[in-house]
């Protein structure tokens, strides 16, 4: 059975940087791209950014792009997700996902796309 765990949430203030982990455990390599998507408090959930397994195709939310950085490591079945010059707004619990198809389609940024989801780690951003 697959199981994702999320780790490296925190509180920190705005302007500083975080790095989240997501360690795929059940399987050798997953193999397939992976997500994170984020929920603020009575806010839906909301896409962050997508990496494909097999060749490093990446993906990202425009609220993110260029501040948020998503990367791999195959050995050790590992994503990341380095958040610089976080902002309050970034505040919400984030969690990782597998994607249910072998290679990111056009619906990438939906929820419904994944189909195995960790149990969140919170990112507060004090202003």
């Known amino acids: 059975q697959v199981r994702l765990m999320e780790s490296g949430g925190g509180l920190v203030q705005a302007g500083a940087s975080l790095t989240l982990s997501c360690v795929v455990s059940g399987r050798t390599t997953s193999g397939y791209p992976m997500g994170w998507f984020r929920q603020a408090s009575g806010k839906n959930y909301e896409f962050v950014a997508a990496i494909n397994w097999r060749d490093d195709n990446t993906k990202y939310a425009d609220s993110v792009k260029g501040r948020f950085t998503i990367s791999r490591h195959s050995a050790k079945t590992t994503v990341y997700l380095r958040m610089n010059n976080l902002k309050a707004e970034d505040t919400a619990v984030y969690y990782c996902?597998?994607?249910?198809?072998?290679?990111?389609?056009?619906?990438?940024?939906?929820?419904?796309?994944?189909?195995?989801w960790g149990q969140g780690t919170p990112v507060t951003v004090s202003s």
């Open positions: 996902a597998e994607y249910e198809r072998i290679s990111l389609g056009d619906e990438y940024n939906l929820r419904s796309e994944y189909d195995i």
